[in-house]
């Protein structure tokens, strides 16, 4: 406000907080640049009236009155009808911006139907509509209905998640050009960051790598995804199961009422077709800017891994990991054998069966690998952690338990089971990686990097579609693992055993 960002501000608190930081910002800002807001009440609304008629921004609007004012609405019955001047603000207001609503339930009656009402105009909020909820899930009947009406009357409108009024703030900071002495306000309030940059050593080091990393560079990675328009809002997980159910390969991220998608073009409109889908040309991808471009490109770096491979990905929230395929009963004995043969490798690094049964237990297990997407001094790398999956029976649940048994797999064998009892599997598991040190890691990672990055030029693509039916998620990643050097000499370096 103080900027001359924003024009009207309404809300229903009582308190002074808006119009103190609006007047706290604007102290130290030059006269001449200073946008100092006019606060109008339920006993003042014609001051809201006289900036509505003459344009006079920056306002305030207390819709419920000002804990000063002799006025207030606070009982469930004052808030059934609201102030009939303030009402005729908020409504005209609507019919000239757009609004953004931040913290705000929707639970006043009279408010939503004076909101309601601003959609029987020619243009309704004509710069759009923006809600902002920690979850869509948590929108009230209310809201919902509001947002379905308006979006039949051509009102462009968002639903926005956003966990925090912090992480809200950060954002808009980010993309707002504030005065200099506003943004350095801002930023003198940021807390001590735990990672500071420091000063690497510049000292010449010993030129031969002493510590091996389980990560790969990924020399190239998609620049563009197909940009997919929708008539309504949706979710990533809608878009996926509507996708799972057609049979559908792809590889989608959801952005607002925009997708960005990797795969063939007509499947996936046909699919979407309930959605309104349309194709909208390309999207930019900047997977350091958006956390949405990161979950795209790592969604797709694993499947293009695992293509063609005896491996199975599994994508997960917390992280996503890949499983050597078990052999079955049924299988193919020729793609049994080139299976084996592709491994073989592997197996010879491990030095035992990369899948089978636990002893004394029965339950299956598969060697593996966790996954992980980092931008590391600006370039992006593959880590991956190998690990032994064992694949417990989850514990029938009764009525009075809440426990999520998703990740069972996955537990950390030195940590506690995610539910009682243990880890049945633990013991086994430690004992198995007990034995391996070094040289049997070195040729662990060194065989995974092998499998990983197995044809010749250390391309990688996700779906290797025909050229002009979609865009493929391509990726270009090095064999070759990360090393790391010392920062110093030290005659432990000279060793010869």
Known sequence: ????????????????????????????LPVVDQNRPTVAAIDSADRAMRCLNEADW?????????????SIKNTGS??????????????????????VFVGYSGRDASIMEALTAVLDAPSPFPNGLYWLTSSTSRLLPAVTEFLKRALLADVDVNVVECATFDELGADITKTTDLPRPLFDRVMAGRPTPRLVPVQLPTTEARAFPVLRYSSLLIEEMPRAARRIKLAQHTTSPAVRELLNEKGIRATVAAHGRELAVFGRDREILDALLPLGAT???????????DSWAVGLIYDALVRGLTRHLPLIPRYKRAGHSVVIASPGAGDNPERTRRNAQVLSNLRNAYG??????????????????????????????????????????????????DLDHSEVANTDPMASRPYRGGDPAGDWRRERWAQRYNPNWAKIIAAWAQLLTNNGDGRKQAFRLEEGTGIDAVFKVSPVTGW??????????????
């Open 279 to 289: 194709l909208d040309g390309e999207i930019e991808l900047d997977p350091a800017a």
């Open 352 to 401: 035992s069966d990369l899948t089978g049964t636990v002893p004394n237990l029965g339950y299956p297990f598969q060697e593996g690998l966790f996954l992980k997407l980092d931008l590391i001094d600006g370039r992006w790398w593959c880590g991956f952690e190998p690990y032994t999956f064992v694949h417990i029976p989850r514990p029938e649940i009764t009525q009075d338990e």
């Open 1 to 28: 406000m103080a900027a001359g960002k924003v024009d009207c501000v309404f809300t229903t608190n009582f308190d002074p907080l808006i119009e103190e930081a609006a007047l706290s910002a604007n102290e130290i």
């Open 484 to 497: 790391s050097r010392p920062g110093h000499h030290h005659v432990y370096f000279d060793r010869t055993t």
């Open 78 to 99: 004052e808030l059934e009808k609201q102030d009939v001047r303030m009402r005729h603000v908020l409504v005209e207001v609507g019919k000239r911006f757009g609004m």
């Open 58 to 70: 920056p306002m305030v609007a207390k819709l419920h009155g000002d804990y000063q004012s002799i």
